[in-house]
Each structure stands twice: as C-alpha cells, then as structure tokens.
C-alpha cells in the first residue's frame, strides 16, 4: 500500500512509501532517507508525479505512538506554505520539535501543569461584562475579535474568563505574547487567576521542557500554553480558543528565515480550527480596525479603567517653542528635577540607542554611511566604534575625516547614550542608568 509521507526538509511535496498495512492520516512515522531514518508525517496527498518512472518504494519503518495531527492543522500548513511561499516541507519542520515526534511521556512529567495553587477572585465591571458576553457569543465556530481597550481597563481578565469557560468544556487555549520578556508578569496574572501553571513557549525554554509541552499538548493533558510566535504551530489536540495580547505589536513578524505575521497566521489558525480568536490591544492595527470597519471583525471597546485605577496625567510638549539639549526639552528637565526632589524614580524612553545617529564633517559635508548597505552608521562613543543598525557592519570611530582631512567632526543628533551622559550631569548625585541593546549585551547585566 502506497502511502505519502512528508519529511521536514526542503521539499515541497511528499515522499511515497509502503506499508503493509493503512496508515491514517497525520499519523507520525519512521521511515528510511537517504542513508539514515528521519521522522516524517503521513500527508494528505501524494506527490505529483511528473513521469512514470518506476522505482523501488521504501517502506516505512515505524508509527509512533503519539496522537495523529489534525486535519485542520494539515490545512493549515499547507496554507502557510503557499500563502507565504514556504516548502511544505520546511512549514513541518517549524511543527516538529527538532525533527522528532514526542511520544506520550510519564503522567509525573506533567503534574506541575495540574498542580493547584492559590488564586484570587477577580470581579467584572459592568463594561467588563458586556464585553466578555459578546466574546462567548456563538464562541463554538469562527469568529474574530478585536478587543480594545485603554491602558488598565483591565483586557487580561475580560481574555481569561473567555479561556475559564473553554477549558470547562474540555478544550485547550492558545495566548500569543509579542515578546518573551512580558512572559513573566502575564504568567503570574494568569495563576493568580487560573491557579494552576500554563505551558511557556518561547525560545529560551530548555529542550525538556518543550518536549514536555510538546507531548502535552498533542495528548490533551496541558490545557494552556503561553507563548511566542512559535507557539502557533505546536500540535494542539483540541484547541478552542486563541488570544494575541498586543496585537498591534510589531514583534509579531518574523523578519529572519521564513517570514510571515504570527497574527495573521493565528487568524487563519482560528478559521482551519472553526474556533474563535480575540485580538487585543490599547491601540490596535490599522489593519484590524479596517476590518472592524468591513465587518469582518468584531469591535469590543473598553472605555474604562478597572477598579480605582487613574488615567496618568500627560502634557505634550511644543518643541518649536522649546530649548532641546541632547534629546531632552527644558520642560521635560524641570519635570525631572521636581520628581528627582521628591524622592521618586523617573523613567525616561528615547527610540534611539547609540551616543547620535550620524557622523558629519562639518567642513566638507561628509558623512560616515554603511559601505554595505548604504544606511548611516551610528556613533558609540563609549565603545569607539561606528555601527550599522541595519546589517551591523562597524568600524573604528575616525579622528579626521576621510574626505578633506579635517578634524571637526560632529556627532550630530541624539541617542540613549548622549542623553543619559547628559542627565549624569545634571543630577550628579543621582544614579543614572541606561538600558538598551548595547548596556545589556553582557549575561546578567540587568
């Protein structure tokens, strides 16, 4: 019996092979490639042939005991394989776990998921309410989402009560984070609330673990996983539910190797599993919101803050009308010094890292730009060097310039370093501390 087998590798169709007996569809097996065996999945169609060459089928060597992959996550890879011109081949891959099908593990392994602990009880708002009615409304099919609401209006746990209902009916629950380091605070809400420990996903959890979930997952003893943009395409058994917390966050695309939207990606997730999905945000994408406009999806609006919670007071600064000293206005120094005096604790964000975004002759014009990919190369005064924040080409900062030799070379614009050498000065006797890609590159640094 011929049977199509799909490896994770750089194919874009499966392989056939032979077995006595009939394999299922999405059952994981054994089979011989090449010179070694490789863990492939039963697909649900042959390669087309492009001739009618005859040659001598392999046969398939094992099937592993281990729930099959679902029809609707076949679909959904042949999807992703198409839509974002993906080997089918290489979209398995990103499902399996190092190229290895996980068998069912001992029950001890996932007694942390089960364990009980203590939680607390959360109340709902009226607003709160209404909006978690219309999330569970015909929450058996297909139905997108988008939920939004101001800072502290409390989304997490309108999110988390749609989840609690899911699991109560037996199914399994998705939440996407768009960066790993929000990981921890979110868990510590979700286990005050659940009482019980989710799945995390992401790329610093160890091997064992990801086998753990892996297998958990695909045998429906873990109920919740909490996770990156991987997450997306572990084998749920029996998903009911997927959250993207943020989902207007750019972190969602993948720029490296196989690039696509995990967002987009969960939405068409959403619609192969027939479930619904909610997307959450204080400032959702213009994407989503036109989609709320179309009708495609649904609009929910929290207006309000939960609990006693106060929106923080804000002033917009004129800079046209405004003294700016290394990328700080004198109404933001005046603002500093007043909270420095009070004893409290000022944070302050800059979008730019390095000590100025460019290096200029001040006699000739010259410029110092990337030689590889023509973008501007960043000063970093404190390491001597000039980098590219593009490709991360670098060099030694120069003395004189490369064109007419002159020395008067400027550090023209603003970033993290210039400003919180500036601030140090300011406020001498107060610890200044910068925190960006280049203060944090050492282990434990934070």
Not at 70 to 87: A, D, G, Q, R, T
Not at 110 to 133: C, M, P, W
Not at 170 to 195: C, S
Request: glycine residues 6%.
């Amino acid at each position: 019996m011929k049977i199509p087998v799909l490896l994770p590798n750089i194919f874009d169709h499966p392989f056939t092979y032979e077995s006595d007996k009939k394999v299922e569809v999405g059952r994981y097996v054994l089979v011989p490639f090449g010179k070694n065996d490789a863990v492939g999945v039963v697909w649900d169609q042959f390669e087309k042939e492009k001739n009618n060459k005859k040659f001598k089928l392999k046969k398939i060597k094992k099937t592993f005991d281990v729930n099959k992959l679902n029809e609707n996550s076949i679909k959904f890879l042949n999807w992703f394989s198409e839509y974002n011109i993906v080997p089918k081949g290489m979209a398995l891959k990103l499902h399996l776990l190092s190229s290895e099908a996980i068998e069912d593990l001992k029950e001890k392994e996932y007694l942390k998921f089960n364990e009980k602990l203590e939680s607390k009880k959360y109340e709902l708002s009226n607003e709160q309410h209404e909006a978690y009615k219309d999330l569970i409304k015909k929450d058996e099919k297909f139905r997108t989402h988008v939920l939004q609401g101001t800072t502290g209006s409390g989304k997490t746990i309108v999110y988390f009560n749609a989840i609690k209902k899911k699991i109560e009916e037996g199914y399994q629950a998705l939440i996407l984070l768009p960066e790993i380091g929000l990981t921890n605070d979110f868990e510590k809400k979700f286990i005050d609330f659940f009482g019980f420990r989710p799945a995390i996903w992401h790329s610093s959890v160890t091997k064992k673990n990801k086998k753990i979930i892996w297998s958990g997952l695909a045998s429906n003893k873990i109920k919740v996983v909490i996770g990156a943009r991987s997450a997306l395409f572990l084998p749920f058994k029996n998903l009911g539910l997927i959250t993207v917390d943020e989902e207007h966050d750019q972190s969602y695309k993948q720029q490296d190797g196989f690039r696509y939207s995990a967002r987009d990606l969960a939405v068409m997730r959403a619609q192969q599993e027939n479930i619904p999905i909610i997307l959450g945000s204080a400032t959702p994408s213009l994407e989503s919101l036109n989609n709320c406009v179309q009708n495609r999806y649904e609009h929910l609006v929290l207006n309000n803050r939960a609990g006693n919670a106060q929106s923080p007071e804000w002033q917009l600064v004129d800079l046209r009308n405004e003294p700016v000293e290394c990328g700080i206005a004198s109404a933001t120094l005046r603002a500093i010094k007043e909270t420095v005096n009070a004893k409290q604790q000022v944070l302050i964000f800059l979008n730019r890292r390095g000590y100025a975004p460019v290096l200029v002759c001040h006699h000739c014009g010259w410029t110092a730009d990337c030689s590889h990919c023509d973008a501007k190369l960043t000063v970093h005064r404190a390491r001597g060097r000039l980098i590219c924040h593009h490709c991360n080409y670098q060099i030694r900062q120069p003395n004189q310039c490369p064109t007419c030799n002159s020395q008067q070379l400027i550090a023209a614009g603003d970033g993290t370093e210039r400003s919180a050498d500036y601030l140090q000065k300011c406020f001498p006797a107060t610890p200044v501390l910068r925190i960006d890609r280049d203060s944090t590159r050492k282990r434990g640094a934070m």
